[in-house]
């Protein structure tokens, strides 16, 4: 088959990315979509069996660290358009290991842009660079405002400096080397397919459990969350009208503090289970905080509702419901995950909390 365009999606086995493949692969038949993801302990392909059959869905196992196999991977297709997700995307771990943040979000992102730009040879009618990034790099907020797109970046976690030097490199790129670049920066998502580590996922898991629940702190840092689907929507929006060289915010208008949000998913879960009400939120525990939590992250994302028409869905409670019944009727998903090495790293992280 002639395919119209033939689109490379990094990280597409991952959470966002996952959703973002399906949404490509269904919506745009006459695409050819490149997963290419290294599959680290967070990707999963077990995301993708229902797309993975296919005609227009080609998966690459490959490392955007390794400027080889990237070179490779653009000499085997010719890219018109990439969609860049590839991270390493949870703040715990940046903090006990940050090299591989720098590893995969600052020099896989610069391997992808040469590669693009050898590939396109200035002839960049057609072409785009879209780069997924996240409103961490704008640091932390007080309780009032929020995060603009022209708000400063100040980064305060080795994730989030490693995404905001990403983002710094693909600007210098759309500056300098005229590479045809969109960012959008998003708040917190959840949904189905969020790898357990993260805050949804976890706390889903251990109520399940009747494990103890951990709350970094006091549990009043506060967070914009947003249903995946809707940043895939998002995302797809952008890739189609987003203009080189602007950079687009996208949120939940949802922002709840972590305590509240836990007590509210215990709620549903204890519909869920059919337990009394109340039993859930007895398995909360305050725990050590994270060293520089940042307080609270909060986004504008009138730019994207204005320019392209694209809003959140409005409850989040309904957004949480599904969630949880994901989650629950998925056991098999989660428990090959806590099987593997994901048991070691929980142990490790929480034992002495
Ligand atoms: P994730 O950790 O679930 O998935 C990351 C994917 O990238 C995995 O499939 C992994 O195998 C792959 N990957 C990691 N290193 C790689 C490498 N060296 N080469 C190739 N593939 C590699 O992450 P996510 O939550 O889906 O986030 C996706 C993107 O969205 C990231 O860029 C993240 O910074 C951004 N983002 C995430 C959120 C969020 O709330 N999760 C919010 C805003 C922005
Ligand atoms: P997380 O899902 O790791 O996302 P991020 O750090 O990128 O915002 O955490 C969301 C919030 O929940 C954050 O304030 C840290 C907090 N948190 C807990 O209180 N307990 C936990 O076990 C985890 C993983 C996070």
Redesign the pocket.
């Given at each position: 088959m002639n395919f119209r365009k033939t689109i490379l999606i990094?990280?597409g086995?991952?959470?966002?990315?996952s959703h973002v493949v399906r949404r490509f692969v269904n919506n745009y038949p006459d695409y050819r979509i490149v997963n290419?993801?290294?599959?680290?302990y967070?990707?999963n392909l077990e995301n993708l069996t229902d797309i993975e059959k296919k005609g227009n869905y080609f998966f690459e196992k490959?490392?955007?660290?390794d400027k080889q196999a990237v070179v490779k991977l653009f000499g085997k297709f010719n890219f018109d358009g990439i969609i860049h997700?590839?991270?390493?995307?949870?703040v715990d771990r940046s903090i006990t290991g940050p090299d591989e943040f720098v590893f995969?979000n600052i020099i896989?992102t610069v391997n992808l842009m040469n590669a693009a730009l050898n590939s396109w040879q200035k002839v960049f009618v057609g072409k785009l660079f879209y780069h997924?990034?996240?409103?961490e790099v704008y640091g932390s907020l007080g309780s009032e405002g929020m995060f603009t797109e022209k708000s400063a970046y100040d980064p305060k976690s080795p994730y989030s400096a490693s995404?905001a030097s990403s983002d710094h490199m693909v600007r210098a790129y759309n500056h300098t080397f005229g590479l045809p670049a969109v960012i959008s920066n998003?708040?917190?998502?959840y949904g189905p397919n969020q790898?357990p580590e993260?805050l949804i996922p976890l706390a889903i898991n251990n109520i399940k459990n009747n494990k103890p629940v951990p709350v970094y702190g006091k549990g009043e840092n506060i967070r914009d969350w947003l249903y995946v689907e809707d940043h895939a929507a998002a995302i797809d929006l952008i890739f189609q009208n987003g203009k080189a060289g602007e950079t687009y915010n996208i949120g939940g208008n949802n922002e709840w503090k972590n305590i509240d949000l836990i007590r509210l998913l215990c709620k549903i879960m204890d519909k869920r289970l059919n337990r009394s009400i109340g039993t859930s939120e007895k398995l909360i525990t305050f725990v050590k905080d994270r060293p520089g939590h940042d307080l609270r992250y909060a986004i504008d994302s009138s730019k994207l509702q204005k320019e392209m028409g694209w809003s959140p869905i409005p409850s989040f409670e309904a957004g949480l419901e599904k969630t949880v019944d994901w989650y629950l009727s998925n056991s098999g998903w989660l428990e090959n995950i806590i099987s593997g090495d994901y048991g070691k790293y929980y142990e490790s992280m929480y034992s002495g909390r």
């Open positions: 990094t990280g086995a991952g959470f966002i990315g290419a993801d290294k599959l680290t967070a990707g490959t490392d955007i660290v997700l590839a991270a390493e995307s949870h995969t896989g997924i990034s996240t409103d995404k998003c708040s917190n998502n790898f993260k």
